[in-house]
């Protein structure tokens, strides 16, 4: 393995005095969220978790759609 030339003999002194500076430039502070402060959202309107299930169930069944389409496609292409 080759020398270290005089250039790459600075860089690394200084990559190591920097690197024994870095840790000080680390921010001690803690964030703390006020636990006495808890809220818990709840929905009142039963016309909007009607909607939700709709949507949930239209999303179940076009999923179920797709998947039987890929079912189908591949059967009828001898399942290479």
């Not at 600075?10 to 005095?17: D, E, N, T």
């Not at 001690?28 to 169930?57: G, N």
């Not at 999923?63 to 079912?71: K, L, R, T």
Request: proline share 5%; charged share 25%; net charge positive.
């Amino acid at each position: 393995m080759p020398k270290k030339t005089r250039k790459e003999k600075m860089l690394a002194a200084r990559h190591r005095q920097q690197s024994t500076i870095a840790p000080s430039l680390v921010p001690t502070y803690v964030f703390e969220s006020p636990r006495s402060a808890q809220t818990v959202a709840v929905i009142r309107d039963t016309e909007e978790l009607v909607f939700i299930k709709r949507d949930l169930m239209r999303t179940v069944f076009l999923s179920m759609v797709a998947i039987g389409v890929e079912i189908v496609l591949y059967l009828s292409l001898g399942g290479r």
